[in-house]
């Protein structure tokens, strides 16, 4: 399933996205940042963030604040009510999956899997050059039944499921 791709073509997934997602169409991040700036100017951006200090930071984007728990399975990772809630009836044509930071972790994203719409959106993992990042990507593509494509950037990678 894996397609390993060594050009540097797309140093990010910032690069991948401008140049790949039509403008005017919607993205759903999981951790936002600099790359928010950036994509607001070209699409919609929803937001899950859960630093309160940078909720709102980009104006132009759409912000929900989801604190990070301890879920039943102890899994540190958004809480999961305010992510459900949030996304549940948005429409969206490309997740992000950058969020949070790799000393929580980000394994939480299968626990939404059932409502998050991922049937033929591209579903970007950052940081797959970590092997928990790499792990979680690999695991979710197996759930999905989605092949994956990974870009090796200088000094991080990322991945596309396709």
């Known amino acids: ?15 991948w ?17 600099p790359g928010t700036t950036l994509f607001v100017e070209k699409f919609k951006v929803y937001s899950i963030e859960h630093d309160i200090k940078y909720v709102g930071v980009e104006p132009k984007s759409t912000y929900v604040h989801a604190p990070i728990v301890v879920n039943p399975n102890n899994i540190r990772w958004y809480d999961e009510r305010i992510v459900r809630n949030f996304i549940k009836d948005l429409k969206y044509d490309l997740i992000l999956v950058d969020g949070p930071l790799g000393s929580i972790g980000r394994s939480g994203i299968k626990n939404i899997l059932d409502v998050l719409k ?9 940081d797959v050059n970590r092997p928990e990042e790499l792990k979680l990507m690999i695991e979710v593509s197996q759930i999905l039944g989605r092949e994956y494509e990974i870009y090796k950037g200088i000094n991080r990678s990322f991945s596309i499921l396709k």
Do not use: C, R
């Open 1 to 15: 399933m894996e397609n390993v791709n060594s050009q540097l073509y797309y140093n990010t997934f910032h690069d």
């Open 17 to 33: 996205i401008l140049q790949k997602l039509p403008k005017g169409s919607t993205m759903l991040e999981f951790g936002s940042g």
């Open 118 to 126: 991922t049937e033929t959106i591209p579903v970007i993992f950052d």
